[in-house]
């Protein structure tokens, strides 16, 4: 660890902790497969773990990831600077390529089948393709999750051009429409890419909720989830 960044974690604990002891600090560069940093508090020692795709950040960046962690480790509030300054960085149309890219050659990705027990997810695709979209939307790689989760229903994953659909829908007491909506949501996300404005991230802006309203069973498929 070099000289200013010991500095770095020194000065951004005193700020939060004035009057504690100081810890051992160890920070490293760790080779995640997203851009993920943690921080962990061991018999007074403090580990940070960044990821390396952020080594060459600039150092008020590198400031504002140290201000995070250790906030959030001691329950003190985040500076909204400090917030603001990290989400433009990671945020960056070429930082999110880079990350893309280190998602695809790092990352693991289990595509199962398309083909579920009742549903075929890429029959419903085309159908939906055909409706919504006059069939011009390419289609990625379809899959049914591994298990039957119910915290997660559905993903757009772009680093590996898939989406999953959890197995819970895979079953006879599921009405087709839920399994369509579910789909539908994340082809809108497969149209309508995450938006940066300012330091917040624009998920469901204002033409994904547009268009997912064309749904015509949009409150019956919401309702039914509510269920699950």
């Not at 960044?50 to 001691?74: C, G, N, Q, R, W």
């Not at 509030?77 to 890219?101: K, L």
Request: aromatic residues 10%; proline residues 6%; positive net charge.
């Amino acid at each position: 660890m070099t000289e200013s960044l010991d500095k770095l974690l020194r000065e951004t604990y005193r700020e939060l902790r004035p009057r504690a002891p100081l810890p051992e600090f160890q920070l490293q560069f760790y080779p995640f497969a997203n851009v993920n940093n943690t921080i962990r508090l061991r018999e007074d020692r403090l580990r940070l773990r960044i990821s390396d795709l952020l080594e060459d950040a600039p150092e008020p960046v590198l400031k504002a990831i140290i201000h995070i962690l250790m906030a959030k480790l001691y329950r003190k509030p985040i500076e909204p600077g400090h917030a603001m300054r990290y989400r433009r960085y990671v945020g960056a149309r070429d930082m999110v390529e880079r990350t893309q890219r280190i998602r695809q050659m790092r990352g693991r990705k289990r595509i199962a089948s398309a083909q579920g027990a009742v549903y075929d997810l890429e029959a419903i695709f085309d159908e939906l393709n055909l409706r919504y979209f006059f069939g011009l939307l390419a289609r990625p790689r379809l899959t049914w999750s591994s298990e039957r989760a119910r915290n997660i229903l559905g993903h757009w994953d772009p680093a590996h051009n898939a989406i999953v659909i959890s197995r819970i829908f895979d079953q006879p007491r599921v009405p087709r429409y839920a399994v369509q909506y579910i789909l539908y949501h994340e082809m809108l996300h497969l149209r309508h890419p995450v938006k940066l404005r300012g330091s917040r991230r624009c998920v469901h802006g204002k033409e994904f909720q547009a268009e997912e309203k064309l749904f015509p069973h949009l409150e019956e498929a919401k309702a039914f989830l509510k269920t699950l």
